[in-house]
T-cell receptor
Framework: QKEVEQDPGPLSVPEGAIVSLNCTYS??????FMWYRQYSRKGPELLMY????GNKEDGRFTAQVDKSSKYISLFIRDSQPSDSATYLC?????????????FGQGTELSVKP | DSGVTQTPKHLITATGQRVTLRCSPR?????VYWYQQSLDQGLQFLIQ???????AKGNILERFSAQQFPDLHSELNLSSLELGDSALYFC?????????????FGPGTRLTVT
C-alpha cells in the first residue's frame, strides 16, 4: 500500500464548476502538506502549502487538511480551462531531516469550455 | 519559468549505456533534489544534496549516483541502463536543506531507453 493515495482520474468538469481533489495518507507523522500543479510536459509548480490541520485559501484555491481522518483536499472554485493539468498532493513527515517529498499519483483534471 | 535549468531535454539511449543528467539550481538555492516520474510509480524522490553534501536518500538504485559541485550544479549519473529506467527525471531546488521551503522544479529530462 502506498503511503499517499490519490485517485488518478481523469476528472472532467465544465468551466465554472467547483472541483474537489483529494488525497488520503497512512503515515501519521506527515505534518506538511502541499499541492502541486503539473501541466503536460512541464515540471510541477507549487500551488498551496499548509502545515498541520486547517484550511488555507488563495484566490480560487482552498486547501484543507484533516489530520484526524488523514485526508487532504484541494478545492478549485470557478474552474477555468487553464486549470486543466495534473494535480499532485505531496507530504513531508515531521521527522524529515531533508526535504524529501512523498507524492500522490496525481489527478488529471480537464476543464471543458 | 522556475529558474531551475536541466539539460538535456530529451535523451534516447540503448540498454546497458550510461548517461549524465545535469541540473542548475535557482540562484541562491543550496539544495538540489532529484525525482523520477514514471507512469506506474508516479513522482519518486531519489536523492537530495545540500551545499555539496548528501542530505537525504530515497529508493535510488545502486546503478544511479549523483553529486553536487562547488558551484552548486548537480549531476545525476545513470549506468547499466534498463528499459524500466525510461522516465522523466526532474531536478528541484530550494533555499534550505529542509523541504518546508518551496521546492522549485525544473522542466525535466525525458529519458528513453531502447
Amino acid at each position: 500500500q502506498k503511503e499517499v493515495e490519490q485517485d488518478p482520474g481523469p476528472l472532467s468538469v465544465p468551466e465554472g464548476a467547483i472541483v474537489s481533489l483529494n488525497c488520503t495518507y497512512s503515515n501519521s507523522a506527515f505534518q506538511y502538506f502541499m499541492w502541486y500543479r503539473q501541466y503536460s510536459r512541464k515540471g510541477p509548480e507549487l500551488l498551496m502549502y499548509t502545515y498541520s490541520s486547517g484550511n488555507k485559501e488563495d484566490g480560487r484555491f482552498t486547501a484543507q487538511v484533516d489530520k484526524s481522518s488523514k485526508y487532504i483536499s484541494l478545492f478549485i472554485r470557478d474552474s477555468q480551462p487553464s486549470d486543466s493539468a495534473t494535480y499532485l498532493c505531496a507530504m513531508i513527515p515531521i521527522y524529515n531531516q531533508g526535504g524529501k517529498l512523498i507524492f500522490g499519483q496525481g489527478t488529471e483534471l480537464s476543464v471543458k469550455p | 519559468d522556475s529558474g531551475v535549468t536541466q539539460t538535456p531535454k530529451h535523451l534516447i539511449t540503448a540498454t546497458g549505456q550510461r548517461v549524465t543528467l545535469r541540473c542548475s539550481p535557482r540562484s541562491g538555492d543550496l539544495s538540489v533534489y532529484w525525482y523520477q516520474q514514471s507512469l506506474d510509480q508516479g513522482l519518486q524522490f531519489l536523492i537530495q544534496y545540500y551545499n555539496g553534501e548528501e542530505r537525504a536518500k530515497g529508493n535510488i538504485l545502486e546503478r544511479f549516483s549523483a553529486q553536487q559541485f562547488p558551484d552548486l550544479h548537480s549531476e545525476l549519473n545513470l549506468s547499466s541502463l534498463e528499459l524500466g529506467d525510461s522516465a522523466l527525471y526532474f531536478c528541484a531546488s530550494s533555499v534550505s536543506g529542509t523541504g518546508v521551503h518551496e521546492q522549485y522544479f525544473g522542466p525535466g529530462t525525458r529519458l528513453t531507453v531502447t
